[in-house]
């Protein structure tokens, strides 16, 4: 019997750890899909543009299928958790900006003296980034730029 991999599973292999930052990636890439609807045409190339590099990038390339090979994923450093989603040949774009009060748990306290300790802080993180309301979580602006 094969079962497939959910969406989430199939992040985490491909980035090949868990962390909290992936998870923020996972949220932001599906609130961007949602947002974005329909794709126009099978050659439109979906790009997305980073203000900071992380984790998070890797879910990007793995459920908006935006890859940092074909050119479909930059970085504009500017350590910010915000992100850029538009169709290559259209003028609608989709702006995520991931809120400060969600930021704060990305970071693990260091003064965790366990393993175990250490693995609890990062579950508990990733499952206040995933529950969080949508709208404690991000801010999400769309617009048409033509
Ligand atoms: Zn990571």
Request: charged content about 20%; overall charge negative.
């Given at each position: 019997?094969?079962?497939?991999?959910?969406?989430?599973?199939?992040?985490?292999?491909?980035?090949?750890?868990?962390?909290?930052?992936?998870?923020?990636?996972?949220?932001?890439?599906?609130?961007?899909?949602?947002?974005?609807?329909?794709?126009?045409t099978p050659s439109t190339?979906?790009?997305?543009?980073?203000?900071?590099?992380?984790?998070?990038?890797?879910?990007?390339?793995?459920?908006?299928?935006?890859?940092?090979?074909?050119?479909?994923?930059?970085?504009?450093?500017?350590?910010?958790?915000?992100?850029?989603?538009?169709?290559?040949?259209?003028?609608?774009?989709?702006?995520?900006?991931?809120?400060?009060?969600?930021?704060?748990?990305?970071?693990?306290?260091?003064?965790?003296?366990?393993?175990?300790?250490?693995?609890?802080?990062?579950?508990?993180?990733?499952?206040?980034?995933?529950?969080?309301?949508?709208?404690?979580?991000?801010?999400?602006?769309?617009?048409?730029?033509?």
């Amino acid at each position: 019997m094969c079962i497939e991999k959910t969406p989430w599973e199939q992040v985490i292999d491909f980035h090949g750890h868990t962390c909290p930052e992936i998870a923020l990636g996972y949220r932001v890439a599906q609130i961007a899909m949602r947002e974005l609807g329909i794709k126009p045409t099978p050659s439109t190339e979906l790009v997305v543009t980073a203000q900071t590099h992380s984790c998070a990038l890797d879910a990007f390339q793995i459920l908006n299928h935006a890859t940092f090979g074909r050119g479909a994923l930059k970085v504009d450093e500017n350590k910010q958790h915000k992100y850029l989603f538009e169709y290559s040949d259209t003028s609608v774009r989709v702006t995520i900006t991931v809120l400060p009060k969600i930021l704060e748990h990305l970071v693990i306290p260091e003064n965790l003296a366990t393993r175990r300790e250490i693995q609890n802080a990062t579950l508990e993180a990733i499952q206040f980034i995933l529950s969080s309301e949508e709208n404690m979580f991000c801010t999400i602006q769309k617009d048409d730029h033509q």
